[in-house]
């Protein structure tokens, strides 16, 4: 499966420690070799076509489109408030 990453998620899980970034990673490189998210540990479905990526407290959206995945935000971001 083909992972794209928004921007805006991009800047967000720089102010996350190191090891939730190599948690995300992890996660990450798994999506790109399954077809299906839910044989990713940490992934829940939300509704058909949308997904859920829980790592440590933090949700992740994920929305699949045939073999493309979307990362787009957090829903939930332990480490990042906005200004």
Same mark, same amino acid.
């Given at each position: 499966?083909?992972?794209?990453?928004?921007?805006?998620?991009?800047?967000?899980?720089?102010?996350?420690?190191?090891?939730?970034?190599?948690?995300?990673?992890?996660?990450?490189?798994?999506?790109?070799?399954?077809?299906?998210? =839910?044989? !990713? @540990? #940490?992934?829940?479905? /939300?509704?058909?076509?949308?997904?859920?990526?829980?790592?440590?407290?933090?949700?992740?959206? =994920?929305? !699949? @489109? #045939?073999?493309?995945? /979307?990362?787009?935000?957090?829903?939930?971001?332990?480490?990042?408030?906005?200004?």
């Amino acid at each position: 499966m083909e992972i794209m990453l928004e921007e805006r998620f991009i800047e967000e899980l720089l102010f996350c420690p190191k090891g939730f970034q190599q948690d995300f990673r992890k996660i990450f490189q798994q999506l790109k070799t399954v077809d299906n998210p =839910l044989e !990713v @540990k #940490g992934i829940r479905k /939300y509704k058909p076509g949308r997904y859920k990526i829980y790592i440590w407290k933090s949700r992740i959206s =994920l929305k !699949v @489109k #045939g073999y493309q995945g /979307y990362i787009g935000m957090f829903l939930y971001n332990e480490f990042y408030t906005p200004e």
